[in-house]
T-cell receptor
Framework: EAGVAQSPRYKIIEKRQSVAFWCNPI?????LYWYQQILGQGPKLLIQ????????DSQLPKDRFSAERLKGVDSTLKIQPAKLEDSAVYLC????????????FGSGTRLTVV | AQSVTQLGSHVSVSEGALVLLRCNYS??????LFWYVQYPNQGLQLLLK??????LVKGINGFEAEFKKSETSFHLTKPSAHMSDAAEYFC?????????????FGKGTTLSVSS
């Protein structure tokens, strides 16, 4: 089966600019996650979708971050405006159901804010 | 709330030596535990997981981990390190969040293997 697809792989932007990341999960996977991984740290959950509904977004900085999952398939994560501390790898993951048994990650998008 | 602590941010071993990466968890419910590996510029790959049943879990690439409830530990081992094992390793626990579940990760351990 095809894996979790993410694009772009790399992005460099200036602070205060906006950026968007795209994720296409494994076909049929109902649950989709976005994680932020800052250099030297473990991944931190930003938001979880179940189909096209948000299950948990308590860790998402909603003043600048937004995410949507239209039609319960692919998803976009947006940052507007970006700050230097947003430099990180943004990982998307999907699971056939709630992630109790683990899930599959994409390769991530490495964002550098200068 | 569930959490994971990985002891040692960096572990160095010689090729052929035993690999031991330590992970302790905190959970108020029976935990589901995971080890993931991350190679440079790649996403996370599942090495192994413990859900229920046998406490010694075997994974890919010769790795295994043992769930010890009394010690709240889930340490990762490999009898003989290979150069290709050099990577970042993350321990994770399933956590109940809001209306669903998600993985909570430790800070990671970088494994270096020297010849």
């Amino acid at each position: 089966e095809a894996g979790v697809a993410q694009s772009p792989r790399y992005k460099i932007i200036e602070k205060r600019q906006s950026v968007a990341f795209w994720c296409n999960p494994i076909s049929g996977h109902a649950t989709l996650y976005w994680y932020q991984q800052i250099l030297g740290q473990g991944p931190k959950l930003l938001i979880q979708f179940q189909n096209n509904g948000v299950v948990d977004d308590s860790q998402l900085p909603k003043d600048r971050f937004s995410a949507e999952r239209l039609k319960g398939v692919d998803s976009t994560l947006k940052i507007q405006p970006a700050k230097l501390e947003d430099s990180a790898v943004y990982l998307c993951a999907s699971s056939p159901r709630q992630g109790l048994f683990g899930y599959t990650f994409g390769s991530g998008t490495r964002l550098t804010v200068v | 709330a569930q959490s994971v602590t990985q002891l040692g941010s960096h572990v160095s071993v010689s090729e052929g030596a035993l690999v031991l990466l330590r992970c302790n968890y905190s959970s108020s419910v029976p935990p589901y535990l995971f080890w993931y590996v991350q190679y440079p510029n790649q996403g996370l790959q599942l090495l192994l997981k413990y859900t229920t049943g046998a406490t010694l879990v075997k994974g890919i690439n010769g790795f295994e981990a043992e769930f010890k409830k009394s010690e709240t530990s889930f340490h990762l081992t490999k009898p003989s390190a290979h150069m290709s094992d050099a990577a970042e390793y993350f321990c994770a626990v399933s956590a109940y969040i809001q209306a669903g579940t998600a993985l909570i990760f430790g800070k990671g351990t970088t494994l270096s293997v020297s010849s």
